[in-house]
């Protein structure tokens, strides 16, 4: 149980374009999603807090215009790099929340050209 | 505020030795402590949790106790498989309310065979 998928598990699109990444709760319901940014070989990151139908809440120095989140239904939470750039080439991790435990997806490589 | 320090790795062992994996934290009120495990490219994997003091957490070998006293939470095991090579995360969720994690900065472990 509490399985967390991410689609795509790796993408690469060229400067100036839109990525969409998903993250779904497979078995559970989350009303409360998290996304991380994780650079090579360093810790987590937590951009935002995903929660079900209201605006994502932002960690302090994440852009909300260019990492857009919805948090559509129970379980799914979407990630979108608009206009991305080579600098936001990263390693993205959802989780869902449930029981006071944070569940991992296995992640998206998002490189940009 | 609340953190948690983790021990700087990477650590390297040969199969069958003994590992300890060393992780304090300072926080207000009775947070919930976990370990996490992340295989190279992979998303985290929640490998043990306590919730309170003096509970012990184990999974595939691997035990961890709540230790409010010294407010530790170490990770052990007692005989270590090269398939054990990944990198472990120590976090405690903050009890403000959010569901969020604070995590360690993560120690890379390698088993030589």
């Known amino acids: 149980g509490a399985v967390v998928s991410q689609h795509p598990s790796w993408v690469i699109c060229k400067s100036g374009t839109s990525v969409k990444i998903e993250c779904r709760s497979l078995d559970f319901q989350a009303t409360t999603m998290f996304w991380y940014r994780q650079f090579p070989k360093q810790s987590l990151m937590l951009m935002a807090t995903?929660?079900?139908?209201?605006?994502?809440?932002?960690e302090q120095g994440v852009e909300k215009d260019k990492f857009l989140i919805n948090h559509a239904s129970l379980t799914l939470s979407t990630l979108t790099v608009t206009s991305a750039h080579p600098e936001d080439s990263s390693f993205y991790i959802c989780?869902?929340?449930?029981?006071?435990?944070?569940?991992f997806g296995p992640g998206t490589r998002l490189t940009v050209l | 505020g609340n953190s948690v320090t983790q021990m700087e790795g990477p650590v390297t062992l040969s199969e069958e030795a003994f590992l300890t994996i060393n992780c304090t934290y300072t926080?207000?009120?009775?947070?919930?402590l976990f370990w996490y495990v992340q295989y190279p490219g992979e998303g985290l994997q929640l490998l043990l949790k306590?919730?309170?003091?003096?509970d012990k957490g184990s999974n595939k070998g691997f035990e961890a106790t709540y230790r409010k006293e010294t407010t530790s939470f170490h990770l052990e095991k007692g005989s270590v498989q090269v398939s054990d090579s990944a990198v472990y995360f120590c976090a405690l969720s903050a009890t403000s309310g959010t569901y969020k994690y604070i995590f360690g900065t993560g120690t890379r472990l390698k088993v030589l065979a």
């Open positions: 989780s869902a929340y449930s029981k006071d435990t944070q569940y």
């Open positions: 995903s929660n079900e139908g209201s605006k994502a809440t932002y």
């Open positions: 926080a207000t009120g009775y947070p919930s």
């Open positions: 306590a919730t309170k003091a003096d």
